[in-house]
Nanobody
Framework: QVQLVESGGGLVQAGESLRLSCVASGDIVRVATMTWYRQAPGKQRDMVATIMYGGTVNYADSVKGRFTISRDNTKNTVYLQMNSLKPEDTAVYYC???????????????WGQGTQVIVSS
């Protein structure tokens, strides 16, 4: 069994910063790609940033230069540093991870429950 738990969301003003964290725990042999998504009310869930095990990153155009994804492989944790936040960044942020478990010896994708980010103007 695997759990992903996000934290760090909250209410901030435009221009401020937040740092999200997501910890994977449970039956984990290895965590491969870790990704942050976000979903605003009435909209689809979109990829925000992704990071591979070796550190290769990719960002949505809307957050390039403002957000930074990083990870600590020793802690099975991924972070999202969000600077210069805008009202349009308001959404529920989810993390997802591709995980190899010892039970079943297979790769599976897991999701966290989400953390709310609200940016006021």
């Amino acid at each position: 069994q695997v759990q992903l738990v996000e934290s760090g969301g909250g209410l901030v003003q435009a221009g401020e910063s937040l740092r999200l964290s997501c910890v994977a725990s449970g039956d984990i042999v290895r965590v491969a790609t870790m990704t942050w998504y976000r979903q605003a009310p009435g909209k689809q869930r979109d990829m925000v940033a992704t990071i591979m095990y070796g550190g290769t990153v990719n960002y949505a155009d809307s957050v390039k230069g403002r957000f930074t994804i990083s990870r600590d492989n020793t802690k099975n944790t991924v972070y999202l540093q969000m600077n210069s936040l805008k009202p349009e960044d308001t959404a529920v942020y989810y993390c997802s991870a591709r995980i190899f478990q010892s039970s079943g010896s297979t790769w599976s994708d897991y999701w966290g429950q989400g953390t709310q980010v609200i940016v006021s103007s």
